[in-house]
């Protein structure tokens, strides 16, 4: 069994950061793909930023400038640093590790940014 296991969501104010963490460590398998994705209420789920093994990073264009993706190859980790957080990113975020034995989403983490 798969286990992800997310951290580091809440409410925090316009303008603030916040960090999410995944830990993939449970699972001995191989992953090539790590990433986040996250979807508002009544929107589809969209790309916020990923990973591949070679540490090459593709982000959506709403966040490019302000998030940053970071993963540890050694603990099975990948962080996602927001900045200059916007009430536009409220959504529930979830973190995606793609391997050797298929596709894994996290149970979600809420993000709420609001004064």
């Known amino acids: 069994q798969v286990q992800l296991v997310e951290s580091g969501g809440g409410l925090v104010q316009p303008g603030g950061s916040l960090r999410l963490s995944c830990d993939a460590s449970?699972?001995?398998?191989?992953?090539?793909?790590m990433g986040w994705y996250r979807q508002a209420p009544g929107m589809e789920r969209e790309v916020v930023a990923v990973v591949i093994s070679t540490g090459a990073t593709t982000y959506g264009d709403s966040v490019k400038g302000r998030f940053t993706i970071s993963r540890d190859n050694a603990k099975n980790t990948v962080d996602l640093q927001m900045n200059s957080l916007k009430p536009e990113d409220t959504a529930v975020y979830y973190c995606?590790?793609?391997?050797?034995?298929?596709?894994?989403w996290g149970q979600g983490i809420q993000v709420t940014v609001s004064s």
């Open positions: 995606l590790i793609i391997g050797d034995r298929g596709g894994y």
């Open positions: 449970g699972n001995t398998f191989r992953i090539d793909t």
